[in-house]
């Protein structure tokens, strides 16, 4: 009869740490569970809307370049070389007549938001004019992620 009477007792003081117990355990996996659906959610979103952001800075780059290559072509009747590079924009090339620069306001040829030179080749080779692109993300030449003055297939 002890035991029986004592059998019960323990059995629900066990059951009940092991109920407790396992409470915290569902609760910590909730939160867990909660917390990675919320990253699943959000940082892909953070990180997607960062790499667009970049990607339209580097479109107002290659933009702001090209304003600036059209102005010097106004002055000197030609683009820079591809050896005289985006450089020309800023000094000007060994006495060139005409030059009325520099055309960007920076005292640098501005780099890409990845960090990386924009790329000039003039006469172009996907452009009558010339070509300006960025590497991109990868921040090297070709991939999908290049972006550039030309239309891309
Ligand atoms: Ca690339």
Request: net charge positive; glycine share 10%.
């Amino acid at each position: 009869m002890r035991y029986t009477k004592a059998r019960p007792r323990c059995l629900a003081k066990a059951r009940g740490a092991r109920r407790s117990a396992g409470f915290t355990l569902i609760e910590l996996m909730l939160v867990l569970m909660i917390l990675a659906v919320l990253a699943a959610l959000v940082v892909p979103r953070i990180t997607g809307r960062g790499k667009e952001a970049k990607i339209t800075a580097a479109k107002q780059g290659i933009s702001n370049i090209k304003t600036a290559l059209k102005m010097f072509e106004m002055n000197c009747d030609r683009f820079p070389t591809t050896e005289e590079g985006l450089q020309a924009l800023i000094q000007q090339p060994g006495g060139l007549p005409g030059w009325k620069g520099p055309y960007i306001e920076q005292q640098t040829v501005p780099l890409d938001p990845w960090q990386n030179p924009y790329q000039y080749r003039c006469p172009g080779q996907h452009n009558n004019d010339f070509d300006l692109y960025s590497y991109g993300q990868d921040g090297q030449d070709g991939g999908d992620d290049d972006i550039t003055n030309w239309s891309q297939p």
